[in-house]
């Protein structure tokens, strides 16, 4: 394949000179054996599929609406417009693995403590704006542990907390709590 991807033709007018090397490489795959000269032929048609709120669902010029898999969708939209193909993974993923893929559940910390016991700890990797700590001491009230019958600690691990951190364990290790 030639570095330079050629001439733009009609294309020029609404497609970006960055693009245009982009869909010129997409050639080398079979399926997308003279994509460019298409696009230069069918002009118009592309450039309404481009300038498209939503290509990931719109209907593709000529004979790639039926003959590109929805996985050659996802290439193609690549190509020309990178800023759609977090959606349109998302749909493909939806749709090829299912919505469990896609749509994560709320957390449940009652199912959580279902699965555990006192030889199998709960540990939480928190992300920015996540805080699990209301959820367990909830359940903690529910349980009978809370701060004030001593048998609840929270303890973030900041610097410095270490030891404070290996005392509690220690001390609920041989007498019980959170």
Do not use: C
């Amino acid at each position: 394949m030639s570095p330079d991807p050629g001439n733009m033709g009609p294309l020029h007018e609404w497609m970006s000179d960055s693009v245009w090397p982009k869909i010129k490489a997409l050639e080398g795959l079979k399926r997308f054996t003279g994509l460019g000269d298409n696009m230069q032929s069918d002009s118009d048609d592309w450039m309404a599929f481009f300038d498209s709120e939503m290509p990931e669902t719109a209907k593709l010029p000529g004979d790639y609406q039926r003959s590109l898999t929805s996985f050659d969708r996802l290439i193609l939209l690549r190509a020309l417009r990178p800023d759609r193909v977090t959606t349109a993974l998302k749909s493909y993923i939806e749709s090829v693995m299912g919505k469990d893929y896609i749509f994560q559940k709320p957390f449940d910390m009652v199912a959580t403590f279902a699965e555990t016991s006192n030889q199998i700890p709960t540990f939480f990797v928190l992300f920015p704006g996540v805080d699990p700590t209301p959820w367990v001491e909830s359940l903690g009230r529910e349980k009978g542990i809370n701060f004030e019958a001593g048998n609840y600690k929270n303890i973030s691990m900041g610097q410095g907390q270490e030891k404070p951190a290996e005392a509690v364990i220690e001390t609920f290790a041989k007498n019980g709590g959170w």
